[in-house]
């Protein structure tokens, strides 16, 4: 059994093919992140500028 799996273990060192897959599931899931916590910051920033817009405009 423990020739098995370090048989296995060598032939996915020397496999390169999934770790080009896990370098674009790395890239992949840090642009969802990075995308996400944009979307919030300006969310916000949006949210803040029209509630003063709306104030501004009902004291007119």
């Keep these: 059994m423990f020739k098995f799996l370090s048989s296995k273990l060598r032939s996915f060192r020397r496999d390169e093919e999934g ?3 896990v370098e674009y599931g790395i890239a992949i899931i840090l642009a969802v ?9 300006l ?3 949006v949210s803040t500028q029209m509630g003063q817009a709306t104030t ?3 004291n007119n």
């Excluded at 992140?33 to 910051?41: E, I, N, W």
């Design 19 to 21: 770790v080009t897959l």
């Design 33 to 41: 992140v990075v995308g996400g916590a944009a979307l919030t910051t």
């Design 43 to 45: 969310g916000t920033s």
């Design 56 to 58: 501004i405009l009902d």
